[in-house]
């Protein structure tokens, strides 16, 4: 009983909750963070006019992006679901676009491409290679991630959903042709 009344006995009880909260985050479970990114565009410019004293055309919307891959989100540590593609941009660099994702919000949740293929199980993900391509922007809605040049997708055949602190994925998706 004396245990309970010592000061230190009640600091160390607040360092352990505020590790705690830190480290877990609860109130995440009950976030939402929604992104509704328009799907990319690249604008292709119009050649000058031939005479100086015109203005200059405007614009001209590009062709709509190539899918090259696609697959569906199954759930993992947390119920996710949604589309994930990878799209080639009419000036040839490509997107990973996600699209009508609903997953649970999370502490330090990125977005990977790996080369593990997608089970029940998200024990695999961080076995092989990986390529993040940053910070998941919303665990609702569509968002759009820039894949490197360098990126074999050939080799990297799947997205994840991976919380970085705790090392799980929360869903993923095999992207396939």
Partial sequence: ?????????????????????????????FTTVEVNEPL???????SPSATPTSAPRAAVRA????VLLSGRFVTHEHRTS??????RLPDGSRVL????????????????????P??????????GEYLELGDLKGNKGNANYPIPAAAELDRLTSVSIWCKRFSVSFGAAALTR
Avoid at 22 to 28: A, D, I, K, M, V
Avoid at 40 to 46: L, M, R
Avoid at 82 to 87: E, I, R, S, T, Y
Wanted: charged residues 20%; proline residues 8%.
């Fill in 1 to 29: 009983m004396k245990l309970l009344r010592h000061p230190v006995t009640w600091i160390a009880v607040a360092a352990v909750f505020g590790v705690a909260m830190y480290l877990f985050q609860p109130w995440r479970l």
């Fill in 40 to 46: 990319p565009e690249v604008a292709v410019a119009a």
């Fill in 63 to 66: 062709p709509a992006p190539e």
């Fill in 82 to 87: 949604g589309v994930a593609k990878v799209l």
């Fill in 97 to 116: 676009r996600i699209e009508n994702l609903a997953t649970s919000d999370g502490p330090d949740l990125r977005v990977w491409l790996s080369d593990q």
């Fill in 118 to 127: 997608v089970t029940d199980s998200w024990h695999n993900f961080d076995d």
